[in-house]
T-cell receptor, first 113, second 113 residues
């Protein structure tokens, strides 16, 4: 099992550009989560999906952020247009239903200059 | 709503010292409890878990006991090593959270040789 796979590992982009982060969850996991981590705000849940359907997107900071899960093996988080305050590490995680914990990906470190 | 409270860090210890990181929770029903560890530059990794009252989770010399009477899940290790330096997150998954983990704010541990 390769675990949760995120790409790219690092992304540097200019303010105003579109950024797309990608995640491949573990096969068979029903839930997928997107988190953002910064020193100031800690770990924040942005959105999560159950069986490819968005369940709670109340953590998405604003309309510039959007997330999709077109199938059980792929999800994207898009920021358009990006701003310097979006600089953070973005984590994807997946889990089966039930008493299990999450498996996190290695994260994407986004820097917006 | 459900919540998790951890002791504030940073916690600084000398090698071979005893470690306790306090974690208390508020939840309805019977949540599952977790400890995650995040090493510098990496994603969160599941360290241990307990799914019912009086269960003890253990891994890599770390232990935590699910105490329903005190709503606590304190993390302990008898003798820490420099390699244990990381951020530790306590989390719960409640029966009504639809798969969502509620995280504490994290406690940074620094172990000096």
């Amino acid at each position: 099992d390769a675990g949760v796979i995120q790409s790219p590992r690092h992304e540097v982009t200019e303010m105003g550009q579109e950024v797309t982060l990608r995640c491949k969850p573990i096969s068979g996991h029903d839930y997928l989560f997107w988190y953002r981590q910064t020193m100031m705000r800690g770990l924040e849940l942005l959105i999560y999906f159950n069986n490819n359907v968005p369940i709670d997107d109340s953590g998405m900071p604003e309309d510039r952020f959007s997330a999709k899960m077109p199938n059980a093996s792929f999800s994207t988080l898009k920021i358009q247009p990006s701003e310097p305050r979006d600089s953070a590490v973005y984590f994807c995680a997946s889990t089966p239903a039930g008493i299990y914990g999450y498996t996190f990906g290695s994260g994407t470190r986004l820097t917006v200059v | 709503g459900d919540s998790v409270t951890q002791m504030e860090g940073p916690v600084t210890l000398s090698e071979e010292a005893f470690l306790t990181i306090n974690c208390t929770y508020t939840a309805t029903g019977y949540p599952s409890l977790f400890w995650y560890v995040q090493y510098p530059g990496e994603g969160l990794q599941l360290l241990l878990k307990a799914t019912k009252a009086d269960d003890k989770g253990s891994n890599k010399g770390f232990e935590a006991t699910y105490r329903k009477e005190t709503t606590s899940f304190h993390l302990e290790k008898g003798s820490v090593q420099v390699s244990d330096s990381a951020v530790y997150f306590c989390a719960l998954k409640g029966g009504n959270q639809g798969g969502k983990l509620i995280f504490g704010q994290g406690t940074e541990l620094s172990v000096k040789p």
